[in-house]
């Protein structure tokens, strides 16, 4: 069986810990070396990741490329409008072709259908690197930096402030598998979507971790664990006033952090937009940690790979 890596859930709770340990291990054994070196073991040497890119991307881009390095592997990347993808090619025929040569693919796309449409006719495995649904693979860094600051993950509490999109489907779809609290606030109209909400909400009978949907900023952050947000304008989406407006009242402010848990941890997948979701005090400020969160992309990226290869759970 090929394994997917689409959305959170294709791998489930156990795996994900699995994984996430070994992003533990493996950024703690190779603490210090230069970052093009292998790791001593190299498992995934002789395989080579084709990374497909509809939309722009530097951390997603940079920290597969620099992973599979690491891993001992090698990548091609690859920009979608200067393939054939771009001029019309199906992207079962991309799936097919791709198969025959390299050994996984990660794609970033818009429509979330395109993915799974590449992972039914591949026969390697394929990555979700973003759609307009989900980011799994950047909820993985976010886990991986909690993880590090508070040793655990069950019976804490993210509050996410802001739109409901993509990135936000993914912390719904790991608070349900990792038990995690998920409280969130956003404007009237900007809630995250649906479906996803009810598969997360079916997910909690075996716990006690809840998801929850307010319009009170305050309420959601009120003793929280974590604080995080994300751009009001996603790629592919037109900058529209009155979005931005809707959205204002959820910036994450000094006042916002310190409604929080004390230690609260901030955290933003980037690139951030200053003075919209975030103001500088809060993002550059000592509860962030959005550097860390960055680089672990890297070793997140790199137990997703080995799982996807059969190297862990
Ligand atoms: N966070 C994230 O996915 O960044 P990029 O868009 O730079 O890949
Ligand atoms: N929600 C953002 C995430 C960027 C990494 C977007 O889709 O543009």
Redesign the pocket.
Known sequence: MTRHFLDLADAGGDAIAAMLADALDRKQARAGWPKGRADSDAPLAGHTLAMIFEKNSTRTRVSFDMAMRQLGGTTIVMDAGSMQLGRGESIADTARVLSRYVDAIMIRTDDHAKVAEMAHHATVPVING?T?HS?PC?IMADMLTVLERKAKLAGSTWAWLGDG???LHSIIEAGSLLHFDVRIACPDGYDPDAGMLAAARGRLDASSATISVTRDPLEAVAGADVVVT??WI??GQTQAEAKLAAMMPYQVTPAVMAAAAPDATFLH???AHRGEEVVDAVIDGPQSAIWDEAENRLHAQKAVLLWCFGRIG
Do not use: A, F, G, I
Request: aromatic share 0%; with cysteine.
């Open positions: 973003l307009d980011h950047q999109n993509n990135v994300d751009t996603s790629m997948c980037l690139p």
